[in-house]
């Protein structure tokens, strides 16, 4: 059975957000690796965030979550590392034409070489409408740029981080500053795998400063990370991981 968080009161089109890829579970049918990737649903809109790392894993979750690969539209790709590049090729196979947004780390080489399997790259260093209500945050960061997804619901906006390299609560800040929005989730990768507990909790202080109401992180956020979210943001606390389904 598939698990849910239901966040805000039914509506005609919600948004639903399902973590495909993580090394954190949630569906124990599903496996788990270093990487991340998620599908967002919106009506007809079914948009891939990052795509993981090794086609088997990423195969059998979709398979595990009833997920047809046929059915995904458009992909966003949040930075140039293999863990969330690694299915881009083997999703553009099953699904000729579809839109790629790449960061610019990525253009030259492996834009063409999107181009020469069927897709159509996208290239864009600032924000940019993707679908209705989602959004590009536009690149963010020096020596790792990444962008990350942004949703724009009735409730504020949702932030999607595939890393988190350029520091969550700076691509926190620029986002909210960008869309004038209060942030209702943020959710991925805060990439604090290395941070001591004192600096864990330093930065939850820093997204509760910026008045994120609720935290679902995973991939690389680490143990004392997510331990350290855990206890502070408490019930506003979201466990991450395969097969988590978040409907807003």
């Excluded at 999703?91 to 492996?110: H, I, R, T």
């Amino acid at each position: 059975m598939l698990l849910s968080c239901k966040l805000l009161f039914p509506q005609d089109e919600k948004f639903e957000i399902i973590t495909l890829y993580d090394n954190y579970q949630v569906n124990t049918l599903t496996r788990t690796d270093w990487g991340f990737s998620c599908l967002v649903i919106h009506g007809n809109d079914t948009i891939l965030f990052d795509t993981g790392a090794r086609e088997d894993i990423f195969s059998r979750n979709l398979k595990v979550l009833g997920i047809d690969i046929h059915t995904i539209q458009t992909m966003v790709i949040s930075h140039h590392h293999g863990d969330h590049t690694g299915n881009v090729f083997n999703v553009l196979s099953q699904n000729p034409g579809m839109k790629v947004f790449l960061p610019s780390s990525l253009d030259g080489e492996y834009e063409a070489e999107i181009e020469n399997s069927g897709g159509k790259a996208c290239m864009k260093s600032k924000s940019k409408r993707v679908k209705n209500d989602i959004y590009l945050s536009g690149e963010m960061g020096f020596q790792i740029k990444e962008q990350a997804l942004v949703i724009d619901t009735e409730k504020g906006l949702v932030i999607i981080s595939g890393c988190g390299h350029p520091g969550i609560d700076r691509m926190v800040s620029c986002i909210k500053e960008k869309f004038q929005k209060e942030v209702f989730l943020v959710m991925g990768g805060f990439h604090m795998m290395e941070a001591s507990e004192w600096e864990a909790v330093e930065m939850a202080q820093k997204l509760k400063a910026l008045g994120v109401k609720k935290v679902a992180p995973s991939n690389c956020t680490g143990e004392i990370g997510m331990q350290t979210f855990k206890k502070i943001y408490q019930t506003n606390y979201i466990q991450n991981g395969t097969g988590k389904i978040i409907e807003i």
